[in-house]
């Protein structure tokens, strides 16, 4: 919309702006002032004409009728006005004028191929009135063999260079065809278009009451029509100085951003297909629009673009070169806030609804979804990406734009980048085929401090219920012993401190139905920098490095001991006493062949007997290494000989209730 209503703007200061003399107190002066206009036209190639001139001195009211312009170069817009009308136009010094207001009938717009796409367009126009217009008597020149960027900014430069208290159009209709391409055709048409306080390149508003639109598309072999209407669209506080400095090449250094926009709201927005979806949003809010213009480099993308007809593809490297500019594109538009609410798409399958889309700084969410499968309704509290970063991601695509070439794991490791973690709250959905529900609470996993393309750091929170499964053998244990739901509760965090070059896994917790809670906690010290890497070779050599730590784990009986016990008895056809005991006496049996490798080991022993044989109590065993040992000999040491490589700790172990 603000591009239309831009133009159309920019296209009224071109139309008017040189139509009205030096002295418009006198006809002939007048005429001449519009001749001299039009020639300016003809001059740089292209073609003008109109039709009667007159002039009312006692109201000071101008009019120019049939009037037709085409430009010399193909890529301007073609205009046809029935005509001009400009009441109480005074002369305000030797270059600008003012008029009460101007009104202008029966505009017409006639656009050539825009844009890679090579839509041909047209407006319409059958009323447009501004008031309390002041503007420059003619228009600057347009740059000779302009392109499509250059012609944007110098009709943005046109409308920076009037003021005008409204300018209102009670309708505009714009007319698209793509040639049969992906851009499709159609129609959209505004109603109760409104500028308000146009001064100088900064409006405080652009409202349109209405916007109906129809358009044909091809898709998966199939024509479709969407037919649609948005309700009350507003854009507050605009600074159309801000985009033409983002056009600027001389801008290209320019690394602060400005604010081009500080509000773009709608109404309820409705879209119907004939292929049976229809889609309505209740609204959409976007706050605090700013652009950069040593990033925001528009005329490198366009210039790459690849044609619309598909007449010729890309190679590899140009793929990743336009990719590379489209990123370098949203690095130079920053947005503050994005809210969209209330969605529903009905289609043949079901209506899926979501309560909002929402974007802060970064942080991309979806929230309430519902929506039907085959299996049941599913509903989702909230969905959120962490530091979603869109260039990023447009930069990680890029390299897998050769399919010949297999990605490389540096690359894709580069997905580290694109976010910095993901979350689920609040799910609900059916499990399997059954009537059963696994419920979600919250399924988080955020990393950062990145090495190179490895994360160093992250944490892991797992909190949900699954009904357990009697076609699943592993699960069995678990029904015979009346466990019907698998309730899990994980807390994990790892990092890495490089001052310490230590690697620490925080205390792990981890809730298991309800009948079992386990911590633990393991240290690596002598963690290189450098192990951090997508090459298996220096991955291995680093690892070699690094030297075990302690580690800590303990475990709360709230039902497992039991359990198993239980178990235990069912399947020996004995009691739970006799098949205790019996759980007990295995467990010592171990206890001398343990010893004998390491005294600590059979304290660690004597008190895991202890912890099966009294119920509710809590296991907690800490393992320290007595010297340096070094992790990788440790872990083959412990594959050729386990007694040697339990000798190398210390084991403290101990139960309490």
Do not use: C
């Not at 209330?342 to 519902?370: C, H, V, W």
């Not at 794991?409 to 973690?421: A, I, N, T, Y």
């Amino acid at each position: 919309m603000k591009r239309i209503l831009i133009g159309l703007s920019a296209l009224v200061v071109l139309a008017a702006g040189g139509w009205f003399g030096f002295n418009l107190y006198i006809q002939h002066r007048a005429t001449a002032e519009v001749e001299a206009a039009f020639d300016q036209v003809r001059a740089s190639g292209g073609k003008a004409s109109h039709g009667k001139i007159g002039f009312d001195l006692m109201s000071r009211t101008l009019t120019v009728e049939d009037i037709a312009i085409t430009p010399g170069s193909a890529s301007q817009a073609q205009i046809k006005i029935a005509g001009i009308k400009g009441t109480g136009v005074r002369l305000l010094d030797e270059t600008r004028f003012s008029a009460d207001s101007i009104d202008i009938a029966g505009l017409e717009l006639a656009l050539g191929e825009i844009g890679p796409a090579k839509l041909k367009g047209s407006y319409k126009i059958q009323q447009l009135t501004m008031r309390d217009y002041a503007g420059p008597l003619r228009a600057m020149n347009a740059p000779a063999g302009g392109t499509q960027i250059d012609m944007y900014r110098y009709a943005l430069e046109q409308y920076a260079s009037v003021t005008a208290s409204s300018v209102t159009a009670p309708t505009l209709a714009f007319t698209f065809d793509g040639g049969g391409g992906a851009a499709g055709s159609g129609d959209i048409s505004y109603s109760g278009l409104t500028i308000r306080n146009l001064k100088r390149g900064k409006i405080d508003a652009m409202t349109a009451d209405r916007v109906n639109f129809t358009i044909n598309v091809q898709g998966s072999g199939k024509a479709d029509k969407v037919t649609g209407e948005i309700s009350t669209i507003a854009v507050n506080d605009i600074d159309v100085t801000a985009i033409t400095a983002a056009l600027d090449p001389q801008k290209a250094d320019d690394s602060s951003y400005h604010r081009a926009y500080g509000q773009i709201s709608t109404g309820p927005y409705v879209a119907t297909s004939t292929l049976g979806m229809r889609m309505q949003i209740d609204g959409i809010a976007i706050d605090d629009i700013a652009i950069q213009p040593s990033k925001f480099r528009l005329a490198e993308v366009l210039a790459l673009s690849p044609a619309s007809d598909g007449s010729s593809r890309p190679t590899p490297a140009q793929s990743r070169e336009m990719m590379e500019k489209l990123a370098g594109l949203y690095e130079g538009v920053r947005v503050g806030r994005v809210d969209i609410g209330n969605l529903s798409m009905t289609t043949p399958q079901g209506t899926p609804t979501l309560k909002a889309i929402r974007y802060r700084e970064g942080e991309f969410a979806l929230e309430g979804l519902d929506a039907p499968t085959p299996q049941g309704q599913i509903k989702m509290e909230r969905f959120t990406l962490k530091a979603f970063s869109v260039p990023n991601l447009l930069r990680w695509t890029a390299g897998f734009t050769d399919p010949g070439q297999r990605p490389s794991p540096d690359q894709m490791l580069g997905l580290f980048r694109v976010l910095e973690g993901a979350e689920i709250r609040g799910v609900v959905a059916p499990y399997k085929n059954t009537k059963k529900l696994v419920t979600i609470d919250t399924l988080s996993l955020d990393w950062g401090q990145l090495v190179g393309s490895i994360p160093s750091k992250a944490h892991v929170v797992a909190k949900f219920v699954a009904p357990t499964d009697p076609s699943d053998p592993k699960q069995l244990t678990l029904i015979l012993s009346g466990i019907d739901k698998f309730a899990i509760d994980l807390d994990l965090g790892a990092a890495w401190t490089e001052s310490s070059n230590s690697f620490v896994l925080t205390p792990a917790t981890l809730d298991i139905a309800g009948i079992a809670k386990a911590q633990l906690r393991i240290a690596l010290s002598n963690v290189p920098r450098d192990v951090f890497s997508a090459d298996p070779a220096q991955l291995i050599g680093q690892a070699a490095r690094i030297e075990a730590g302690s580690l800590e784990f303990s475990v709360r009986d709230n039902g497992f001991v039991d359990s198993a016990v239980t178990q235990n008895a069912r399947g020996r056809n004995v009691s739970r006493d006799a098949a205790r005991q019996a759980l007990v006496d295995r467990v010592r049996g171990y206890r001398a062949d343990v010893a004998a490798a390491n005294p600590d080991a059979g304290t660690a022993v004597d008190a895991i007997a202890s912890f099966v044989e009294t119920p509710g109590q809590t296991l907690v065993i800490k393992v320290t290494p007595r010297a340096k040992v070094p992790l990788m000999q440790l872990m083959q040491l412990i594959q050729a000989d386990p007694e040697s490589a339990l000798a190398q700790f210390r084991i403290d172990a101990s139960t309490g209730l």
